[in-house]
């Protein structure tokens, strides 16, 4: 369970609702909350960003989720490129789960975006950055 992870019925959703005003998650940082409705479009996106101060720092990031329906998140560098995309990776199964990613990054920023994978979807998250070292 990641720390401040809170149910659907609590959640005030902290994402950015573009990359310009993504939410900024910090080093052992607590747990940024967001949630997708069934009545929201698939077209509705939450972000993140996360800075890696130099190359090669590696990054421990989380997202546990409670999910009806499809979620999909993606990683990207501060050009856009999706450097990790979960529907190619892993298959988000519906209920309680929790998901981990570590990798080393180059310096720079990076962004997590959260999106619904189905028209259908309805879940809340929470996403955190766990380690910088």
């Known amino acids: 369970m990641i720390e401040g992870y ?4 609590d959640v005030d959703s ?3 609702s573009s990359k310009l005003k993504a939410k900024s998650l910090k080093n052992q940082g607590k747990a940024a909350d967001g949630f997708f409705t069934i ?3 698939t077209s509705k996106v939450d972000w993140y960003k996360f ?8 990054i ?3 997202i546990a989720y409670m999910l009806d329906g499809n979620l999909e998140f993606e990683i990207l560098n501060s050009k856009g490129k999706v450097l990790y995309d979960s529907s190619k990776e892993i298959e988000c199964l519906e209920g309680y789960y929790y998901h981990w990613a570590g990798s080393e990054y180059p310096k720079g920023t990076y962004y997590i975006k959260v ?3 189905s028209k259908s ?3 809340d998250y929470a996403v ?3 380690k910088i070292v």
């Open 6 to 9: 809170q149910r659907a019925v």
């Open 14 to 16: 902290q994402a950015g």
């Open 39 to 41: 009545s929201d479009k």
């Open 51 to 58: 800075t890696v101060a130099y190359s090669g720092q590696y």
């Open 60 to 62: 421990d990031f989380s």
């Open 115 to 117: 999106k619904k994978g």
């Open 121 to 123: 979807s309805s879940f």
């Open 128 to 130: 955190v950055l766990k």
